[in-house]
């Protein structure tokens, strides 16, 4: 494979749900180390995107390629093997485990030796800044510190790309910044980053590019500045009689 | 807690020094049915699915050794391991059927449920088994058929089961098999975006589960003598196999023994005192009190709550 071939590529990607069509036709491209935002209103298909992604659903049409893997008809754990992984939008700690042992099944996936995969998963929490909780049940967490958890699973599995599903939703701005600062430096240090997020300043200050969801279809794909005034990313996002409208 | 515990292996090898013959049934019921609860707890406990059928592999294990022991001569110390195959067998197509196709909480207990039911019904009505009447073993004696003259003899070879499935499991959690285990009782999908082969895991801890206790089967069938469909398949003997762990603590090392320390001599008092005059079945309410007392006060079993005590009253 030469060093130019994308990370990931989705071609016509489609998922029905009965009459409704969730995504519809999607195409996209990652290149590696790219952070890719993902945005668009509630219910244009951000989720589903992510669940296709992953091995969650399996798509009615269309074909995902992941570094130089066809996805079709594989489960979430064996594309978790290959190196894609996701969090949850509403997070899935294993309550009544320390955020160690949490932690510790995600390093699990590349090794067997539980004390190795304890060390790694200490070295893991201390990168989200969740050192001092580590031997705290997950239950007793607060949302920012379950965020970080969520956060801290998924990296333990040694990602080269990671699928965020609105990892600052409920996080007041201090949290979401740390956590900015957190994402760019797990990007810094090689992983590819698909973020779906609705904090617009966060997404785009961390996104190389964007692309914008509508009704299951990618509208606009570009870089953050473009896409912020793009006529129909203001459409989807306020309605037709906010695009003409003059600017602040 | 070690020291405990290695006190507690020597009392119990030199129990049977000091005890009648009766206390030593006692003792008998008490390691068998943590043997059972200890095998339960590997995909009930541990795993989280909640078999309530396990009476099947009982009952597979148990007709299996029996039969080859008496038509075909066949020893059931290794009888014992063709039941526990056999048995694994099974818990392979019910584990297959329940996991491949999702059936989680209830939906797996009435498939387990329905499958005990099943078996007992064939056994029921196969004449070659003994059918209603039941099947009987003929006491020889002779330790090579798995029979003793004495007691004592089944004590240590219930003792032996109950330590080589803790044993099992203690070995079960320290490793990885334990702790993806764990986390699939906590949340699957999660398990499964973190790259843990749910299918595969839960599968595995039917399979060890049900061997184990389709090996039980065959000191069910020859320390008793006598296997009746309804009493070896039933759903009865599904409830005290999986009360134990329960009561004790599902999910942990120490739960299936503690649980039936607390339950067997229960069963066994309230069957003495309430068995006559017309108080049979007296036991069963007794179990519904404490079942309903440690849901309410202790939902994760005893053993955890003890420990907790234990942790609190240790000096630093």
């Known amino acids: ?248 | 807690m070690r020291w405990l515990a290695a006190a507690a292996l020597v009392v119990l090898l030199l129990l049977p020094a000091v005890l009648n013959s009766y206390a030593v049934t006692v003792f008998i019921f008490i390691f068998f049915y943590a043997f059972l609860g200890q095998a339960w707890n590997i995909v009930g406990g541990y795993a989280g699915q909640l078999s309530a059928g396990h009476a099947a592999f009982v009952g597979i294990g148990a007709y299996a050794s029996a039969l080859l022991s008496m038509q075909a001569g066949l020893t059931p110390w290794i009888g014992m391991l063709v039941g526990g195959v056999l048995s694994a067998g099974l818990g392979t197509v019910v584990g297959y059927l329940g996991f491949r196709f999702g059936l989680r909480g209830f939906y797996f207990v009435l498939l387990t449920v329905a499958f005990a039911e099943v078996c007992r019904i064939v056994a029921l009505n196969t004449d070659a088994v003994g059918g209603a009447l039941g099947y009987y073993i003929t006491f020889t004696g002779n330790p090579w058929q798995f029979q003793f003259q004495d007691n004592r003899v089944y004590y240590y070879v219930a003792l032996g089961l109950m330590l080589l499935a803790t044993g099992i499991v203690a070995a079960i959690e320290r490793r990885r098999f334990g702790a993806y285990l764990i986390a699939i009782r906590e949340d699957e999908s999660a398990c499964e975006a973190l790259g843990v082969n749910t299918f595969r895991y839960k599968m595995l801890a039917m399979v060890v589960s049900s061997f184990l206790t389709g090996v039980g089967g065959t000191f069910y069938a020859f320390y008793l003598f006598s296997l009746q469909p309804g009493a070896v398949f039933g759903i009865p003997l599904s409830v005290e196999i999986i009360i134990r762990p329960i009561v004790g603590g599902a999910g942990t090392v120490m739960g299936p023994i503690l649980g039936s320390f607390i339950l067997s001599p229960l069963a066994e008092a309230s069957r003495i005192y309430f068995g006559q005059g017309g108080w049979a079945g007296a036991h069963l309410i007794a179990y519904g009190l404490l079942l309903i007392a440690v849901v309410l006060f202790l939902p994760q079993g005893a053993y955890p709550a003890l420990r907790r005590l234990w942790v609190r009253m240790a000096p630093r």
Request: hydrophobic share 45%; proline share 5%.
């Open chain 1, 1 to 248: 494979m030469t060093a130019q071939a994308p990370l990931l590529q989705v071609a016509n990607l489609s998922k029905r749900f009965g009459g409704l069509v969730a995504v519809r036709d999607l195409s996209l491209e990652m290149a590696r180390g790219e952070v890719l935002g993902l945005i668009g209103p509630n219910g244009a298909g951000k989720t589903t995107a992510f669940n296709l992604l992953s091995g969650f659903l399996t798509p009615d049409q269309g074909e995902i390629r992941f570094d130089g893997h066809l996805l079709a008809g594989l489960k979430p754990h064996a594309i978790c093997g290959l190196g894609l992984v996701r969090t949850f939008q509403i997070v899935r700690p294993f309550p009544h485990l320390s955020v160690l042992d949490n932690v510790r099944v995600g390093t699990l996936a590349r090794r067997s030796q539980m004390g190795e995969a304890r060390e790694k998963a200490r070295a893991v929490i201390d990168r989200v800044g969740l050192g001092p909780k580590t031997d705290q049940a997950a239950a007793g967490l607060t949302l920012a510190e379950r965020k970080r958890l969520e956060l801290a699973r998924a990296l333990a599995t040694e990602p080269t790309l990671l699928l965020l599903d609105e990892v600052m939703a409920g996080l007041n701005a201090t949290e979401t910044a740390a956590i900015v600062s957190l994402i760019q430096r797990i990007n810094e240090d090689g992983v590819s980053i698909l973020l779906i997020e609705h904090n617009m300043r966060a997404v785009m200050t961390l996104s190389h590019r964007i692309a914008v969801l509508n009704f299951g279809e990618k509208i606009v794909e570009g870089p953050p500045a473009t896409v912020a005034n793009h006529p129909r990313v203001i459409e989807a996002y306020l309605g037709e009689e906010y695009v003409h409208a003059p600017a602040r």
